[in-house]
């Protein structure tokens, strides 16, 4: 069982950075894939980036590619998400995924349903 925590979230202009953290519970955070997914009113909630257990291999969507960076941190029980060159279109609610599913394919970082369990979400402003 893993809860997880979002924060780092708030209203920055155009061009700005944020660091969002998501601090998870339990002993087994090491061995879950992390994924971060947004959603924006009125639209379904999308993939942004994801990262494996030990942090060797990360997926982005194309959207935030070279703008954002995840990584985590399995001696603090964290991962995060850095963005850089804030997007008005970047506004959304953040979300911290973790799956347990033991090395997931590529293709499954993506997807949704891969993940068991889910924050609570952090608000993104991002002003033009």
């Known amino acids: 069982q893993v809860q997880l925590v979002e924060s780092g979230g708030g209203l920055v202009q155009a061009g700005g950075s944020l660091r969002l953290s998501c601090a998870a519970s339990?002993?087994?955070?090491?061995?879950?894939?992390m994924g971060w997914f947004r959603q924006a009113p009125g639209k379904e909630r999308e993939f942004v980036a994801a990262?494996?257990?030990?942090?060797?291999?990360?997926y982005y969507a194309d959207s935030v590619k070279g703008r954002f960076t995840i990584s985590r941190d399995n001696a603090k029980n964290t991962v995060y998400l850095q963005m850089n060159s804030l997007k008005p279109e970047d506004t959304a609610v953040y979300y911290c995924?973790?799956?347990?599913?033991?090395?997931?394919?590529?293709?499954?970082?993506?997807?949704?349903?891969?993940?068991?369990?889910w924050g609570q979400g952090t608000q993104v402003t991002v002003s033009s």
């Open positions: 990262i494996t257990w030990s942090g060797g291999y990360a």
């Open positions: 339990g002993r087994t955070f090491s061995t879950y894939a």
């Open positions: 995924a973790a799956t347990g599913l033991n090395r997931p394919a590529s293709s499954a970082y993506p997807r949704p349903e891969t993940y068991g369990y």
